[in-house]
């Protein structure tokens, strides 16, 4: 799978979990915002209840100042700091005078109050904390947090004010404690308490029920959103399973295998990839239907699963191909092993032969991309000879010449347009005389990058992808067009032959077709030769023979190209009536053994002769070969001893002495 289709997918699980997520946390929000709110309340009432005791206990203290200050100094302190011991709210008692003045410390600890803010600025800040209430009338009001707070102006009988009265020096106040200044009802004597508010035990009973709630919230959300979230989970794992799954054979597919391969190479790259072809898989299928096809399929993928050992994958690929990841060896134990499994392949239909091909391909290291392996692999797999069960392991020179390839296939198009592609002319000399008497038209790519690239290394190409098909057009119309020119100049033309690809042979009018381009500059049709490969007898015969014969009405002559190179020479010589016979090369090249060799191109040159046909032999480069040539009666050679071939200039020079 690529990766962006990867992403996708979990961008869609993700798309689809987190509302859920979302609704989880939306209702856990709300419910433990409920208990919070409850919580509050109820601790605000026991708090509220802790302010009133606590405005009692104040109470009592001013009591006791009231009674006993005047009577006896000794009572006083014994009572309040009695009071104080026994008091969970009173903390600390001192008397000041209005100025709060120490009057009277119950402590025996040195204290002062400071007097800092005006009754404005402190009405202000009160009124600013929304505490301020007209008349001050309730001590509640003032529990806040003003410090060195003038209280003069609080002219009332009882105690009204609670403030956290602090000096600047006092402790911290541990919360919630402040101070109260109440007045007493002695005139000029006030009743500092350092008071406190002791948490109830019901604040912790709130508390826990609080805190219980929010689990309790938490539990059943999860419980019961989890069962939801658990069930999408599960579906999504099937629909990813199903994501991965082979829809012929129920296996792994390719998505699975590049994903799981990726992380097996990752951890160790010790691992070879093998792409695996039934052949002929088509025919198959067209013999015993589709349906027998797809359960054959599936029988193979099942032996293939079966065949693996721990940390091996398997997959169906598409059409009749596999691959597999197996556990990596020396180069014959993996061929032994892949020998092992085609046999049970082989054996998955006992009375049906199938074929294999095998592409394998190694892992070098654990960055190796398995889409790039299986590619190589592929690319193998089409490198096979024909024989059975082929395995071909991938090379480094395959991937080049798929780039190389790629490359031409890239340019052609541009340099037919550009006319980067030159016409070198090959003279071919009469054997007798040894006088220029005609030329072979033959192509070179002058690519702008790459320089001059010989026909060998895009020809094969262009008869692959069809393209040869304008390129011989090209070469025709250009030969043509210099015939005409050194015609117009008086010169006198030779034949030059060019060559017609096999690919030609599948349009009916080629003859016509050819005459068309040659009539357009009106040369002669007997200075145009045409030369057929021996690849092109194989084709429609019948074809071949009417588009020959049609040539040769039109005036043309017609050779066949590298006689000898194939098979069926011989037969052909018999079926079309050809002109010239061009003696392969290769006739010549075979030292080893020269006799018998000679013997094959003499009775060739004297079969030939008898029907009526003139020899061309090819490739000469030696002295020998062209009196030997000279001897048997060949018409014409062409080869390096006499010339290479050459640009139109050099040609020129060579033929009509000028340029
Ligand atoms: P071919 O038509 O059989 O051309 C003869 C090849 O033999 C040429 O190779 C030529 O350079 C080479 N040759 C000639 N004499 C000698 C010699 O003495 N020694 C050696 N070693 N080689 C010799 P080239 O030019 O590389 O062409 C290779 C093949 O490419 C040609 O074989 C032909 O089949 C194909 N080809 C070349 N040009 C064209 C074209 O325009 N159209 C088509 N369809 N095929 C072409
Ligand atoms: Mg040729
Ligand atoms: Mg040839």
């Known amino acids: 799978?690529?990766?962006?289709?990867?992403?996708?997918?979990?961008?869609?699980?993700?798309?689809?979990?987190?509302?859920?997520?979302?609704?989880?946390?939306?209702?856990?929000?709300?419910?433990?915002?409920?208990?919070?709110?409850?919580?509050?309340?109820?601790?605000?009432?026991?708090?509220?209840?802790?302010?009133?005791?606590?405005?009692?206990?104040?109470?009592?203290?001013?009591?006791?100042?009231?009674?006993?200050?005047?009577?006896?100094?000794?009572?006083?302190?014994?009572?309040?700091?009695?009071?104080?011991?026994?008091?969970?709210?009173?903390?600390?008692?001192?008397?000041?005078?209005?100025?709060?003045?120490?009057?009277?410390?119950?402590?025996?600890?040195?204290?002062?109050?400071?007097?800092?803010?005006?009754?404005?600025?402190?009405?202000?800040?009160?009124?600013?904390?929304?505490?301020?209430?007209?008349?001050?009338?309730?001590?509640?009001?003032?529990?806040?947090?003003?410090?060195?707070?003038?209280?003069?102006?609080?002219?009332?009988?009882?105690?009204?004010?609670?403030?956290?009265?602090?000096?600047?020096?006092?402790?911290?106040?541990?919360?919630?404690?402040?101070?109260?200044?109440?007045?007493?009802?002695?005139?000029?004597?006030?009743?500092?308490?350092?008071?406190?508010?002791?948490?109830?035990?019901?604040?912790?009973?709130?508390?826990?029920?609080?805190?219980?709630?929010?689990?309790?919230?938490?539990?059943?959300?999860?419980?019961?959103?989890?069962?939801?979230?658990?069930?999408?989970?599960?579906?999504?794992?099937?629909?990813?399973?199903?994501?991965?799954?082979?829809?012929?054979?129920?296996?792994?597919?390719?998505?699975?295998?590049?994903?799981?391969?990726?992380?097996?190479?990752?951890?160790?790259?010790?691992?070879?990839?093998?792409?695996?072809?039934?052949?002929?898989?088509?025919?198959?299928c067209t013999a015993y239907g589709v349906k027998e096809g797809e359960n054959l399929l599936e029988d193979l993928y099942n032996a293939l699963d079966g065949a693996l050992t721990k940390k091996e994958l398997a997959a169906h690929l598409e059409k009749a191909d596999f691959a597999l990841l197996l556990a990596s060896d020396t180069d014959g134990k993996i061929e032994e092993r892949v020998g092992s499994i085609l046999n049970t392949?082989?054996?998955?239909?006992?009375?049906?032969?199938?074929?294999?091909?095998?592409?394998?391909?190694?892992?070098?290291?654990?960055?190796?991309?398995?889409?790039?392996?299986?590619?190589?692999?592929?690319?193998?797999?089409?490198?096979?000879?024909?024989?059975?069960?082929?395995?071909?392991?991938?090379?480094?020179?395959?991937?080049?010449?798929q780039v190389w390839e790629r490359h031409i296939e890239d340019d052609m198009e541009k340099a037919l347009e550009n006319h980067e592609f030159k016409v070198y002319l090959q003279p071919?000399?009469?054997?007798?005389?040894?006088?220029?008497?005609?030329?072979?038209?033959?192509?070179?790519?002058v690519h702008p990058e790459l320089g001059f690239i010989s026909p060998g290394k895009f020809i094969p190409i262009f008869e692959r992808n069809g393209f040869i098909l304008k390129l011989d057009d090209y070469m025709l119309d250009e030969v043509a067009k210099q015939q005409a020119k050194w015609r117009e100049e008086g010169k006198k033309l030779v034949p030059i032959s060019v060559n017609v690809s096999r690919a030609h042979f599948a349009r009916y009018d080629l003859a016509e077709h050819i005459c068309s381009i040659v009539d357009a500059y009106q040369v002669p049709h007997e200075f145009i030769e045409l030369e057929l490969t021996e690849s092109a007898f194989f084709d429609d015969k019948t074809m071949l023979l009417e588009t020959v014969k049609k040539l040769k009405s039109f005036g043309f002559k017609v050779s066949m190209d590298d006689f000898g190179a194939g098979y069926s020479s011989l037969n052909s010589l018999k079926e079309l009536p050809l002109d010239i016979i061009k003696l392969d090369a290769e006739f010549f090249r075979g030292a080893d053994d020269l006799e018998r060799s000679n013997l094959i191109v003499g009775d060739t040159i004297s079969l030939a002769k008898k029907l009526g046909m003139q020899i061309v032999a090819e490739g000469i480069e030696t002295r020998e070969q062209v009196d030997f040539l000279a001897k048997q009666n060949c018409d014409l050679i062409q080869g390096f001893y006499f010339a290479k071939p050459l640009p139109i200039n050099e040609f020129e020079e060579r033929a009509y002495g000028t340029n």
């Open 345 to 401: 392949l082989g054996n998955v239909r006992q009375n049906q032969h199938l074929l294999f091909s095998v592409g394998i391909c190694r892992v070098e290291t654990r960055h190796d991309d398995v889409q790039s392996l299986l590619t190589a692999a592929g690319l193998a797999i089409t490198k096979r000879t024909e024989s059975a069960n082929n395995i071909v392991w991938f090379d480094a020179s395959m991937k080049e010449e």
């Open 1 to 284: 799978m690529s990766l962006k289709k990867d992403l996708k997918i979990k961008k869609l699980r993700r798309k689809a979990l987190l509302p859920r997520i979302l609704s989880i946390i939306f209702v856990d929000i709300l419910l433990i915002s409920a208990a919070l709110f409850f919580g509050v309340i109820a601790t605000l009432h026991i708090f509220s209840d802790a302010l009133a005791d606590n405005y009692k206990s104040c109470n009592a203290v001013v009591e006791l100042v009231n009674d006993n200050y005047q009577i006896d100094d000794d009572a006083l302190f014994k009572a309040v700091t009695e009071f104080e011991r026994l008091s969970a709210y009173v903390e600390q008692v001192y008397l000041t005078d209005d100025d709060f003045n120490v009057i009277n410390s119950f402590d025996n600890e040195e204290i002062s109050f400071q007097k800092e803010f005006s009754v404005k600025e402190a009405k202000k800040c009160l009124a600013e904390d929304g505490l301020f209430r007209n008349e001050l009338d309730d001590y509640e009001v003032m529990f806040g947090d003003f410090i060195n707070f003038d209280f003069s102006f609080l002219n009332v009988e009882s105690f009204l004010f609670k403030r956290d009265m602090l000096d600047s020096a006092t402790e911290a106040i541990t919360v919630p404690s402040g101070w109260l200044v109440l007045r007493s009802s002695l005139g000029n004597v006030n009743v500092c308490i350092k008071t406190n508010y002791p948490v109830y035990p019901a604040t912790y009973s709130v508390l826990f029920l609080m805190a219980i709630s929010i689990v309790c919230v938490v539990i059943f959300t999860g419980i019961y959103e989890l069962k939801k979230i658990v069930a999408f989970i599960i579906e999504q794992r099937k629909v990813y399973k199903l994501v991965f799954t082979d829809n012929v054979t129920g296996g792994n597919n390719k998505e699975y295998f590049i994903r799981k391969s990726s992380k097996y190479i990752k951890r160790n790259p010790c691992y070879v990839l093998v792409q695996l072809r039934l052949e002929k898989y088509r025919n198959y």
């Open 428 to 445: 071919k000399y009469s054997t007798k005389e040894e006088v220029l008497s005609a030329a072979e038209a033959l192509v070179r790519w």
